[in-house]
């Protein structure tokens, strides 16, 4: 009953280097998103997928990329990794494209960029 | 104005008292509403969804005013469990990727 898995859970970078966050999930959910959590702020959203093969920007974007090439993976690539960064990063996923299906969540992974 | 506000908090309560949040959005095409649970350090879990009729799960009951634009969350009998953040969810459209997430109230209840 694995639900929604995050890899790593901590991790510390330098500035500049690159690296990929993992996720997975194993409830055929089509909808899939990356939030990042900083302190006094809600949950922003960075990149979202409605399906394999489909990958929009969310509110915070810059400096982020993904891919959806299974249902079941939605990998976040940190390009060249800077302080603004550090964050607490989430993954969800949803069934269906409909609003009213709430999101459910990974663990998270805690980042840290020196 | 951020789109989903809420009194941070914290709010301090006994155990056995009643207590009551509210959340306010801007967006007045919002669709859907919900009302989550976060752990000190722990992901987001799903406390309950809001409806337009309001709506009860057991010592939690969630409301919502379409008109004012603004959804409640009252805890009956509270719990020390209970201490956690409570984050207001609003949904702007038919598509998940239009989740907007409130900072959060915090709830202590002390013995």
């Known amino acids: 009953n694995a639900g929604v898995t995050q890899t790593p859970k901590f991790q510390v970078l330098k500035t500049g280097q690159s690296m990929t966050l993992q996720c997975a999930q194993d409830m055929n959910h089509e909808y899939m998103s990356w939030y990042r959590q900083d302190p006094g702020m809600g949950l922003r959203l960075i990149h979202y997928?409605?399906?394999?093969?489909?990958?929009d920007q969310g509110e915070v974007p810059n400096g982020y990329n993904v891919s959806r090439s299974t249902t079941e993976d939605f990998p976040l690539r940190l390009l060249s990794a800077a302080p603004s960064q550090t964050s607490v990063y989430f993954c969800?996923?949803?069934?269906?494209?409909?609003?009213?299906?709430?999101?459910?969540f990974g663990d998270g992974t805690r980042l840290s960029i020196l | 104005r951020k789109e989903v506000e809420q009194d941070p908090g914290p709010f301090n309560v006994p155990e056995g008292a009643t207590v009551a949040f509210n959340c306010t959005y801007s967006n007045s095409a919002s669709q859907s509403f919900f009302w989550y649970r976060q752990d000190c350090r722990k992901e987001p879990k799903l406390l309950m969804s809001?409806?337009?009729s309001g709506n009860e799960d057991g010592r939690f009951t969630a409301q919502l005013n379409r008109a004012s634009q603004y959804i409640s969350l009252l805890i009956r009998d509270s719990k020390l469990s209970d201490s956690a953040t409570y984050l207001c969810?609003?949904?702007?459209?038919?598509?998940?990727?239009?989740?907007?997430f409130g900072p959060g109230t915090r709830l202590s209840v002390l013995p």
């Open positions: 997928s409605v399906g394999a093969g489909i990958t």
């Open positions: 969800a996923s949803s069934s269906g494209s409909g609003g009213n299906q709430p999101q459910h």
């Open positions: 969810v609003v949904n702007r459209g038919n598509y998940g990727q239009n989740f907007v």
């Open positions: 809001v409806y337009s």
